[in-house]
């Protein structure tokens, strides 16, 4: 993708994060902007930052069909069909798997998974009929994942899965996209640990999918998390800047942290020999220890 000026971006999670950080970056490359998130006040404060920019700013859950749904037409009557389309939403959860509740998968599956399937589904078709119109038009969706889409870290089970799903539809995607048209491409964006709000997300969990009492499990995962994205050293600005780059070069995978794809590469041996998985914390066993005589002392 290499025209942006006059193009429309449609970004979920806008209100913080990779989202906001695209937002700023669509804008300076003078891009119609469509911020949507279920924070008010961040979205608010967002979409007040570029005032005097085309922006049409939607506080919504992407989890829901009928939000979407609603969305995708208010973009198509205001714009026509985005260039730019990021589905970015998230969410993070941890705990042993068996120890998640009914309502831990529904919310983070709907966050992580269904709200990039309803960005894919409702989209792309809009962007194809465009493609069909006019011979330079250029779209790229932009799917976030995360590392976790390519490794299984312990005691972090249905998050693992979303991820997993987000970058298996993505792959797909951009098989598909390849079959059909020329002019939309897609990249699956596998950040690590990046100081942003995803390990505080329970802050905005519906109530409805409360997932009751919190287990210890889940508290450990947590506390990991808290300080594994505290310390990061990526920022969000620079992992924006890793998506616009992904565009302007047709690049599908987008990792924030290449030295990690060591962890996948061991994981795809394991795989192709045969073997059990080998353990994630071969190379700092004490952290393994720690893990596991927190998880054996909670039993």
């Known amino acids: 993708m290499r025209t942006f000026e006059g193009r429309t971006a449609v970004i979920t999670g806008a209100g913080s994060g990779f989202g906001l950080e695209a937002a700023r970056i ?21 979409a007040a930052e570029f005032e005097g920019r085309p922006v049409l700013a939607r506080v919504l859950d992407v989890s829901k069909a009928d939000q979407m749904q609603a969305l995708a037409e208010a973009v198509q009557a205001r ?14 959860s941890g705990g042993l798997v068996w120890e998640n509740s009914l309502a831990d998968w529904e919310w983070v599956l709907g966050v992580n998974l269904m709200g990039v399937v309803h960005g894919v589904r409702l989209f792309t078709p809009m962007m194809l009929a465009a493609a069909k119109a006019d011979p330079s038009f250029e779209g790229h969706i932009v799917n976030t994942a995360s590392m976790a889409g390519v490794l299984n870290a312990p005691n972090m089970g249905v998050y693992n899965v979303s991820k997993h799903a987000v970058v298996a539809l993505s792959e797909t995607l951009y098989q598909d996209l390849a079959l059909v048209s020329g002019q939309l491409h897609c990249s699956v964006l596998c950040p690590y640990f990046v100081p942003t709000g995803i390990s505080q997300s329970h802050r905005n969990r519906p109530t409805e999918l409360s997932g009751g009492q919190v287990t210890r499990s889940q508290l450990i995962a947590q506390a990991m998390v808290d300080k594994a994205v505290s310390s990061g050293k990526v920022t969000a600005p620079e992992v924006a ?8 070069n047709r690049r599908f995978y987008v990792f924030s942290h290449p030295k990690a794809l060591g962890g ?6 394991d795989l192709l020999a045969s073997r059990n998985p080998t353990d994630p914390f071969k190379d700092r066993p004490e952290l393994g220890e720690q893990l596991r005589a927190a998880l054996r002392a909670a039993a």
Do not use: H, I, T
């Open 26 to 46: 669509a804008a300076a490359r003078g891009m119609n902007l469509v911020l949507c998130d279920v924070q008010g006040e961040a979205l608010s404060k967002a």
């Open 79 to 92: 714009f026509g069909a985005p260039s730019f389309v990021f589905n970015n939403a998230g969410v993070g």
């Open 241 to 248: 800047q890793m998506v616009f780059d992904a565009m302007e």
């Open 264 to 269: 996948v590469q061991l994981r795809m041996e």
